[in-house]
Structures are given as C-alpha cells and as structure tokens.
Nanobody
Framework: VQLQAFGGGLVQAGGSLRLSCAAS????????MGWFRQAPGAEREFVAAISTSGGRTYYADSAKGRFTISRDNAKNSVYLQMNSLKPEDTAVYYCGAGVVIATTPNGYSYWGQGTLVTVSS
C-alpha cells in the first residue's frame, strides 16, 4: 500500500493542525494505521494508532487529551487532529500501515513520506 501524508505546517503554540494520510494500492480497510513522529536527532516515536474499523484507538501519553486519530475507510484515509500544540510536538509526522496494532515502528510494513509540523513558542 502507498501512503501519502500531508497537512503539516507552521503553527503557534496552542494552535491546531489536522494531518491526513491517503492510501492507495491495496485494501486500506485491512490495515491497522498508526501515526509516528521523529524530531531531529531523535528516534521515531509512537503517537497514535487505530484499528481497522476505527473502533479502537491508542495514544502515547504525550498525545492523550490533545490528539485524535480517526479514519474513513470509504476515503482510504486516516487523520490526526492535533489540538493545543506545544513546541515539543515539532517533528516530522509519519503514517504507517500494518497488520497489527503496534506502538513501535517495526510493527508497520508501509510508511508515508512524512509531513513536517513546526510549533512556535
């Protein structure tokens, strides 16, 4: 499956962004989806994940209460609504597709190219 993430940009602290990830090539609804992020010099870290139906979601502690992951299988897309953004949320955000729900990058077989989110203080 091919993934393309977009929606990143520059936002002030306290602001919001909505990231989107569009999938093509295989049956999107068969895949669990996840969002990860990677800051400069840091490892890729888990942000959120969602089951195939969207009925189950999982969040990193840093994302709980501020971020919401969702998906629209009819549109082959997964989203990450990010509210109350902080400077420490600055990173390249990646979407991944896998056959299991995972909180580590090696649980995902396919990745998008990433979209940069910059939060200014």
């Amino acid at each position: 499956v091919q993934l393309q993430a977009f929606g990143g940009g520059l936002v002030q602290a306290g602001g919001s962004l909505r990231l989107s990830c569009a999938a093509s090539g295989r049956t999107f609804s068969n895949y669990r989806m996840g969002w990860f992020r990677q800051a400069p010099g840091a490892e890729r870290e888990f942000v959120a994940a969602i089951s195939t139906s969207g009925g189950r979601t999982y969040y990193a502690d840093s994302a709980k209460g501020r971020f919401t992951i969702s998906r629209d299988n009819a549109k082959n897309s997964v989203y990450l609504q990010m509210n109350s953004l902080k400077p420490e949320d600055t990173a390249v955000y990646y979407c991944g597709a896998g056959v299991v729900i995972a909180t580590t990058p090696n649980g995902y077989s396919y990745w998008g190219q990433g979209t940069l989110v910059t939060v200014s203080s």
